[in-house]
């Protein structure tokens, strides 16, 4: 991975393990995504890309949800699904990518049982 890569994917993961404000987070997460969707693009075979993609939705999810905004998070939420599933069934044996799917599927669920679906 570039260099720039991993300045964001550790910019990423500070902010993802801080409770920063939720604007603050916000923008730092939305730029995370941004870089980790432009590299996967420019590298779709990277798998470590698209997984960093993925955790970048599901951490936007996470973000929106506290922030009450459950539509939005529920997209974010599926879009982490859309990229992880295919990520664990090529790898089956990943423990971390099925822990992180089950953890995507267990956000969709609770929000679509707020929303009554």
Partial sequence: MAARSRYFLEQYRVCASRSAPIPAALESLNGARAVFQHLSEMQPGDVALQYYLSLANRNLGLA???????????????TALSILAPLVAAAPGNAQWQSDLADVNINIGEIQHIQGD
């Fill in 64 to 78: 929106r949800r506290a922030e009450g905004q459950l539509g939005v998070a529920l997209d974010n939420f599926k």
